[in-house]
């Protein structure tokens, strides 16, 4: 079971990134997935989460009308678009998958990570 992260970069404010986390070993109906950041000197916390078999989305609230997450069963792949971004909104995006269909438990697997960096 294995999942990757494309897609960060540098990005102005009010810019936009679509992040993919490619799922290998298992399919995004087996699994919820969710998006987590972790920015510098601070805790990791979650961003989004799909359970394509449960029909269930989720956001955290700062991202809510920004963030849209989404998934392909033909490809595999969970994509995390990402509009509006800030400068908060900054720091290594992981992608993980998870038993619970609101990602709360603790993830099966972790990707390597994504920088996201938005400047002002």
Known sequence: V???????????AGGSLR??????????NDYAVGWFRQAPGRAREGVSCISEKDGFTGYTDSVKGRFTISASNALNTVYLQMDSLK??????????????????????????????????
Do not use: R
Not at 2 to 12: H, R, S, W
């Open 2 to 12: 294995q999942v990757a992260e494309l897609g960060g970069g540098l990005v102005q």
């Open 87 to 120: 400068p908060e909104d900054s720091g290594i995006y992981y992608c993980g998958a998870f038993d619970l269909k609101d990602c709360s438990n603790v993830a099966k697997v972790w990707g390597q990570g994504t920088q996201v960096t938005v400047s002002s």
């Open 19 to 28: 992040l993919s986390c490619a799922a290998s070993g298992f399919t995004v």
